[in-house]
């Protein structure tokens, strides 16, 4: 069932406020913002919300085919009432987007209310997936509620129609933005770790070439490049748990503040948690579908479970910020602090590495042989100095430009990489501070110690270019660093069913043949072939009536 | 209507003559070659042709549940006929893997005959995509056919049981090889294009961000962001068309040598095919899904035709050959080309560049300014010492060890690298060249030179690691291509709808909505979901059998 959220422009006290309302009076409600031709620029919405003095109603209208509200989850078909975001006007002003509680559907019957249209907005990616939501468009025509429906905790219109702002500051919304991304930051975990624990497992089922004397075919993941392609995505698993257990302790230290009317590291907490939102789940996207095809042809069946992961996963990448609007934000927000550093102003909380300028501009990696880059002093060092640089390579060549809009829109391409730069930082940090703490369990540190160090060197050698440019570090370090990698696979390797086996998830949550974790892989494939509808009957249906008569065509047509 | 394909170990000449006796018998013939645990090792096939000299026929048995053939198109419901891989064994002599004409179902009823179990293997990725197609499993228990069913033309088996080669050479197979894998190029090229032309026209539609005085919001093709992710898979689909063409004649050349009995050039065109199908399948694959975030949420929606596109395209990453081990075998013919540079022996075709190898490893890029880049000789060489100097540094690290394999095994990661670095020279190249000949059309070939230092130049900024660690050029030559790419984008971007255009595809053919030529795409995106059959009823079927009751049932509980 639906229950509505209010989320974004809202606040978590108006959610509080709405769900017990929505089960006392029986509705069901959703959360309509987006429209069909606005979704990152939420201040472009088209949607407008009248106040009419005379009624002391407001008028909500749908003005344009693309201020047609499109997209959100269990409008089309179900929803009874909806959050709906709209342009408020008073006299002939506009003050910008505010939401109004909206009656969509009768009680009664659930036929659309007049001046309502609703409907569903068609099929999406994959088999099941989101197929089983019905994402919906709606339009208002001169649809009117009392003025009592508007969410007034920011903003109120009076009796009169006079618009006031009231005292609750505006900063609280980011509060709750920091709370929803801090959540897709651990889900972005859970969903790497479920595909890289198919993989895994399947890897090890599975043998291909290398026979010798005619004895078993060579595992799969005994190769080094399966190794190579599957172990930093575990490495980045167990990174994106904990970067994510950090996210919510930021997001409870933001909300301590924000009660306490606090707003001084809000700015920092926001980029940090855009960027590791953008950042986490575009890795956790591209890494199902390299799963799936770190299963061979196999992953590529629906019982693999990788298809409907993946087509569940991607949309995250779009929602809630898209990820390059969001890791914009990021770079202006490293733009403003690299501004700021000679002012006295100290950079705080993920960017407080910004204050060592002078230290990360001219320090210079002292690796000369390939086990210096075990050392989490080196790896930091030197992903602070490559985020650094890059960021202040931008900001030089930003300062170029008379228009800094203009500059900024120019680079923005260099900027991205500057933000993930910044973002790989957070998460290689977070993972080096885990490991300062206690961890239980005979040897568990020891390994999240290896996994810590193939994340980091798997990024260094992925971004080589960034490091050396940088002048970070030299071409041979970078390979010895390359040659440190290879020797981390083989110590991840004898512990790699383990590592996934401690996800814990049950066979029934992986919801994969090819993941099951008693690794009897054929058996349950061919099992599950016969399962299908298609096998209930020996001959398929509509064969005899189809294919059959073309066969004969032949001989006739042959004949002649 | 299946058709049957004899290919891989096969030969075309074999698929010529099959083709008009499966119409004249009327029978619907598949390709059984892939078995449940044998796919990219074919010599670790299970499945038995035991040969039985007393009746003289072969004995056709699946001794394994991983030897039940699995994946074949056309298999699971609808053949009656297979072309089926099995090991060949006389006495007690495993000669191994040849095909044989199996009959599987009656031509009377359809049903299976005795002996043959046979059914589809399931539900695939995607909701249309390979569903269609009934790809089946197979097993067989002791199913005998009459001797004259072995495909004969390399190998025979005498009514005496005895085994014999012909003298037919047998490096005849990798001619259909480099047959097959030429048309995966024009496909990858054709899907490509297809994806592209869909995320450029929607770009161009598509406004966010940017109004100014109440204006409209800027075209998201105006972005740099969205600029540097699109242009470059524009330009990749016009880099592999040229490629694709090439190949075409390359095969042509290859077939007139081969008839000639000239097998000098195969293994190059052999290695060459291969990593071109690697490499233009792996970029194809990823650029779909890219395309699709180009096209923000809208691009989630089926009618997007995205979704389709790519559940369609990416087995092709795992057919006719994995990509990786393509790839590995691109390597292996690299460091054996190395090691015969000494040898006086020249290496001919696309890795005759490797015969410059002294100029190669000492000559210094002489970019001094960002439009230095523009230049075809300048690239060239650029991605030529690039190419060599990683395969050099590949053998270098190899006789480091005593065992040839068991480096070729443990370098394997940098291997890959090396291959992908040779076949980006080899579309590189073969682009440049494509320029030299004349081009139709008043100011295309301007058009088409900007895209290929397009292609080339964010391939270079993409590995600028590869490019700066072996010397090729230097940090400060790195940062102005990449400020030349960013002026190549502007030139990209007037000409963009043209240019995706000039592919000429139908709107019907593209199928998606948000790709459609008028760009009248909100309005369609609006038609389209009313056409989903969860609108035609306005209150959804079960809602009031399921939903209503319990929302009633909150009321009831509200008042206990």
């Known amino acids: 069932m639906f229950i509505p959220a209010i989320k974004g422009q809202g606040t978590e006290e108006q959610h509080e406020k709405w ?19 606005h979704g990152s620029n939420v201040q472009g919405l088209e949607t407008t919300a009248t106040f009419d003095p005379q009624t002391d109603e407001f008028v909500i209208h749908s003005p344009t085919l693309t201020s047609s509200k499109w997209w959100p989850g269990g409008l089309g078909k179900v929803s009874t009432h909806a959050v709906v975001y709209a342009r408020l006007i008073t006299g002939a002003q506009d003050h910008g987007v505010h939401g109004f509680i909206v009656q969509l559907r009768s009680l009664d019957d659930h036929s659309p209310l007049p001046g309502i249209t609703v409907g569903d907005i068609g099929m999406k990616f994959g088999s099941g997936a989101y197929n089983s939501m019905d994402n919906g468009l709606l339009r208002f025509d001169h649809v009117r509620i009392p003025r009592n ?8 219109v009076t009796r009169e129609g006079k618009f006031v702002q009231s005292d609750v500051p505006r900063q609280l919304v980011y509060g709750t933005m920091v709370y929803v991304r801090q959540t897709i930051v651990s889900d972005a975990s859970c969903a790497l770790a479920r595909a890289v624990c198919i993989a895994t497992r399947y890897s090890a089922v599975r043998r291909q070439f290398g026979s010798q004397n005619g ?23 167990y990174a994106f748990r904990f970067v994510g257990e950090w996210l919510k302790w930021l997001y409870t230290d933001v909300t301590q503040r924000l009660q306490a009317n606090d707003f001084s590291t809000l700015p920092e907490a926001h980029a940090c948690t855009a960027g590791l939102k953008s950042m ?9 579908e390299e799963c799936r095809k770190l299963c061979g042809g196999h992953g590529y069946l629906s019982n693999s479970g990788l298809p409907e992961l993946f087509a569940v996963y991607i949309p995250t990448c779009t929602y809630e910020g898209d990820n390059v609007v969001l890791l914009l934000q990021v770079a202006r927000f490293l733009m403003k602090t690299v501004s700021q550093l000679g002012s006295g102003k100290k950079p705080v909380g993920t960017t407080a590495y910004m204050g060592r300028a002078e230290h990360l501009m001219q320090c210079r990696c002292e690796v000369e042989r390939a086990e210096d880059w075990l050392k989490p002093s080196v790896i930091l060092e030197a992903f602070e100095a490559r985020a650094f640089r890059m960021s202040i390579a931008c900001a030089k060549n930003l300062s170029k430009f008379s228009n800094p809009e203009d ?22 940090s977070k993972y080096i501070e885990k490991l300062q703490q206690d961890i239980p369990g005979k040897g568990v540190k020891r390994q999240l110690e290896i996994l810590c160090n193939v994340y980091a060197l798997h990024l260094l050698h992925k971004h080589l270019g960034d490091f050396v440019t940088t002048s970070c570090i030299t071409p041979k370090q970078g390979a010895l660093a390359n040659e440190q990698l290879r020797l981390l696979y083989s110590q991840v390797r004898p512990n790699a069913i383990t590592l996934v086996d401690a996800f814990n998830y049950t066979d029934h949550y992986l919801g994969s043949v090819l993941g099951c974790y008693n690794g009897n892989v054929y058996q349950r494939l061919y099992e599950e072939a016969w399962k299908d509808p298609l096998n209930d009957t020996v001959v398929p249906d509509g064969y005899l009536e189809y294919v059959w008569p073309i066969l004969k065509q032949h001989i006739r047509t042959a004949r002649l």
């Open 215 to 237: 004895g078993p075919e060579t595992q799969v993941i005994d190769y080094k490049t399966q190794q190579s392609r599957l172990f930093p995505l575990l490495a980045s698993a």
């Open 19 to 37: 769900l017990p309302m929505a089960y006392k009076m029986q509705i069901i409600g959703c959360y309509a913002q987006t429209e069909l031709g």
């Open 407 to 428: 500059g900024f829109s120019e680079l923005s391409p260099d900027l991205l990489e500057a933000a993930i730069a910044h973002c790989q930082l957070i998460v290689v």
């Open 280 to 288: 986490t789940t575009s890795v956790t996207a591209d890494a199902i």
């Open 149 to 156: 429906q508007m969410l007034m905790r920011v903003s109120q």
